[in-house]
């Protein structure tokens, strides 16, 4: 007769006097979990159906953590399974988790977030999401092919893998990264690296729609993408713009050593071009929103759109002029001004 480790089974009788032998704890490697289920039909871990890799891998997680978070990591933040019992979407952010077990090969996404994880095991092949950020990770392992999000900001790593070809969101932002890639992904469509040690750009892929690179090394900047929407190259050491994508509706320049803001499309809807070294501005989109040129040597203000809700000119002559001020307050009386 078979022994059924999943049953209630009553211990065999003992001596009082008979001396106590540690109790071993059973080790769960997939070879063993697979022959429990061919010949006890073992179909769920603590009240969720499973396969044997994906069993082995949360057994092995409660050993670390203990049965409350990984039941918080199924039950409350809802780590995703399919029929067939394999984990598809793995969600442990803000665990006291220091490593994770050798990942289920069918993952399709992990997000792990605010974690004490220092590396990561070899990632699943099919692997389309990762997100580990805010955790104290040094290194990352080789990417999968099928890659397409890639957050791991706000961690100690000083270099990046190779990125895959089919890469659309890479934020590497708050690391010890001092480069990026010579040849970035082809369909990257958002880019943060900003807080970073780069010291240069590399040729921008064509389908850009986001760039957040302030507060690096960098000292000018590449070709803008035609579809760029959204710059942001704030507190750097560029001395000049390129030319201005005509779907851009967000450019923050401010704290750079910029002289001249180049021509802007009619896409725009905010504009930050504080502590700079412009002394014009050039003819304002109709669809501007928010405008804010303080602590510049600007002394005159192009035709203010109609539709423009806030006005920063703090630190510039503008805010000394007091009949300025009422002039423009009769004319915008909606405006919110800034001095």
Not at 171 to 189: A, F, K, M, Q, V
Not at 204 to 228: F, H, M, V, Y
């Amino acid at each position: 007769m078979n022994f059924n480790p999943f049953a209630e089974n009553k211990p065999p009788s003992r001596s009082m006097f008979a001396k106590e032998t540690p109790k071993k704890q059973p080790k769960f490697t997939t070879e063993k979990v697979e022959d429990l289920v061919d010949r006890f039909g073992v179909k769920e871990y603590l009240g969720v159906k499973m396969d044997p890799e994906t069993l082995v891998f949360f057994k092995e997680l409660l050993d670390q953590t203990g049965e409350q978070v990984v039941r918080t990591i199924i039950e409350k933040l809802h780590s995703k399974f399919d029929d067939a019992g394999r984990l598809r979407e793995l969600i442990c952010f803000n665990q006291p988790i220091t490593s994770l077990p050798k990942l289920p090969s069918g993952l399709r996404r992990i997000s792990c977030l605010h974690t004490q994880i220092t590396s990561l095991p070899e990632l699943p092949p099919g692997l389309t999401e990762l997100s580990c950020e805010h955790s104290k990770i040094a290194s990352l392992p080789a990417l999968p092919s099928g890659l397409t999000l890639l957050h791991c900001f706000d961690n100690p790593i000083s270099s990046l893998p190779e990125l895959p070809a089919g890469l659309k969101q890479l934020y590497c932002n708050n690391t010890e990264i001092s480069s990026l890639p010579d040849e970035l992904p082809t369909g990257l469509r958002y880019l943060s690296c900003r807080d970073t040690k780069i010291a240069t750009i590399p040729h921008l892929p064509a389908g850009l729609e986001w760039l957040g690179c302030r507060k690096t090394q960098i000292t000018s900047l590449p070709d803008l993408p035609a579809g760029l929407m959204e710059l942001d190259c704030a507190f750097n050491k560029i001395t000049a713009l390129p030319e201005i994508p005509t779907k851009l509706n967000a450019l923050y320049c401010s704290y750079t050593s910029i002289a001249t803001i180049p021509k802007l499309p009619s896409t725009l809807e905010k504009l930050y071009c504080a502590y700079t070294n412009i002394t014009t501005l050039p003819e304002l989109p109709d669809g501007l929103l928010e405008l804010d040129c303080g602590y510049t040597k600007i002394t005159a203000l192009p035709e203010l759109p109609a539709g423009l809700e806030e006005l920063t000119i703090e630190g510039t002559s503008l805010a000394e002029d007091q009949a300025f001020l009422n002039e423009l307050k009769k004319k915008y009386p909606k405006l919110d001004v800034r001095i």
